[in-house]
């Protein structure tokens, strides 16, 4: 058996991530050894995925408490604010940026020394980093229940272990389904603009085996109306308590799609994806990128010159389009505001 | 102002065609000087769009006429009628070259000499093509009724002066309203897996500067429920006799989507797209291509090596998401068993 894909590890004070930027072409290994490079590496994507970018701007935070460890001891202290105020803003959707940072930030203690805080906050990063790991193997026993034996399995983005430390959410549940001797075939949609499935979830599903067929985002919407899939698995970035999700943009058309033909739509998310202030998804920020990620493809480009172009990264899947919320805790059925809770 | 934007072109004896493979970086001419260059710029799309198939088609038989001319008699009917059918066999899904082929073939009469006959044809398929352009500017102007003074049109892959002779269906129906002196804005999903829409449809709204927004398929459901589009124009590759239409992958999609958020969505197209053959949309063979259209873009590999690919070049909308369809000849309304009629 192959060893699991992990897409980061920190080691020697440096953080080592799998530069998902390359892949399926090349194999890279990007280096942080500052904090900047950690917000670079999640601004620029780097790395993605929800659960990915928490566990990188933990890790930057402790890169943070390394650099300024000999600096007067308030400049440590308004230096480190700093930081983790500029990781905190390195990309917008996530919930489990703000999470992990505000739970980094909890152990910054005026009191102590700045070393003590560094190795506290150390170990709280390898503490996101393990829990990661054991929530998305739970997730995957856990969302197993709902596969089944025999399943035609949608997915949308990449949800595996590149958007986490390891194992992944919505893949890992299909990795565990696999593992359990099911007969599972996934069908990848591409995603666009980014290509996350046709780069990455091919990528990590190739390397185990799991039989799997990429599509064109387009071809999702008829495979769903001629029965072709059996149930439609996709992560979240921010989940609000009425149980509106946050995801890659796109989903949100699958799950209409999936609601007109009675299709199971499952979010698959750890715990820390909700975001416990707010009410619905009307007023998660949705984040746009660079236009260039439309108008060219590996640097190519594909569309005339200066066009105008319209690049939001997520979508809003509203909570009556969802069959159910997978979580480590167990699997949150409608009515979404009362279990939530 | 400028010339219209001409997809093709038949002058001494030779079809010249705009090679749409290359657009909208580089600006070349396809020219076919016998009739399996006419199959191999339908088969591999130098050219696409149904009615622009059409039309090229008819140049093929002309063409084919023309090579075995000098035949002996017997060979120049068999050849000629071989040749019809290779044509009509160049790409699946298209009505109108069926349609074309067969009103070609009306003309080849065993009691006429060879070259009465290549001009008969040569006659034929100028009118075609002529007729062509008018139909999609009386398309236009009676299409032009249901656009709002002021408004956002999302369309989908290209209808335009490249998959016409010139104007085009729905984009021609975009151009009236445009010319109209309406204030509208399109937004253009940009297709894949071959990107008609960024490739083409940018780059003839470009020309002519049409306020236009690219965006990934993938955005374009949030969008429509965040009431950004005021009505959807589509146009069509065959149309059933209850209304079903075949259109570019992706469209059953945007009619779901507009079903579900009360937009508008139409259907564009000339009646030669009607097959009356056809009761509904389930027997309509939809081509499957190559996997290399997801798999590559531009020629460089996007997913990993010997990935399974499903890659359906169309899909059926159901005439229960169909507004009306706009033709040269009206507007036809549901209920569209009776109405086509």
């Keep these: 058996m192959k060893d699991p894909i992990r897409s980061l590890e920190f080691k020697e004070n440096k953080l080592f991530l799998i530069d998902q930027r390359f892949l399926p072409g090349k194999f890279e290994t990007f280096v942080c050894s500052n904090f900047r490079e950690a917000e670079f590496a999640i601004a620029k994507m780097v790395i993605r995925g929800a659960p990915a970018i928490g566990v990188t701007a933990a890790y930057g935070v402790v890169l943070a408490a390394l650099e300024f460890m000999e600096f007067p001891r308030h400049k440590f202290f308004s230096e480190l604010q700093k930081a983790c105020y500029i990781l905190s803003k390195s990309r917008p959707t996530a919930v489990n940026l703000t999470w992990s940072i505000t739970r980094m930030q909890s152990l910054i203690d005026q009191d102590s020394e700045p070393k003590q805080i560094f190795e506290r906050l150390k170990f709280e990063a390898d503490k996101i980093s393990a829990e990661d790991v054991m929530t998305n193997k739970l997730i995957g026993k856990i969302g197993n229940s709902i596969v089944p034996q025999k399943s035609n399995i949608l997915t949308h983005c990449n949800t595996g272990s590149l958007a986490t430390v390891e194992y ?28 996350q499935g046709a780069k990455l979830t091919a990528w990590e599903l190739a390397q185990e085996g799991i039989p799997a067929t990429l599509i064109a985002d387009n071809a999702a919407a008829s495979l769903i109306k001629n029965n072709r ?9 921010r989940i609000a ?101």
Tied chains: 1, 2.
């Design 229 to 237: 899939i059996d149930l439609i698995l996709v992560g979240a970035d």
């Design 241 to 341: 308590t009425n149980g509106d999700s946050a995801n890659k943009i796109g989903t949100f058309m699958l799950s209409e799609i999936a609601k007109s033909y009675n299709t199971p739509f499952y979010i698959v998310a750890p715990t820390s994806t909700f975001d416990f202030n707010l009410g619905s998804g009307n007023s998660i920020e949705i984040e746009e990128r660079d236009p260039t990620e439309i108008t060219h493809i590996n640097g190519m480009q594909i569309a005339p010159n200066d066009f105008n172009v319209y690049n939001p990264a997520f979508d809003i899947t509203p909570a009556s389009n969802i069959t159910a919320i997978i979580t480590e805790k167990g699997i949150i059925k409608p009515p979404f505001i009362k279990n939530i809770k």
């Design 168 to 195: 992944g959410t919505a893949l890992g549940v299909v990795r565990s389904a696999f593992a359990s001797g099911k007969a599972i075939h996934v069908f990848v949609d591409e995603t666009r603009p980014r290509l």
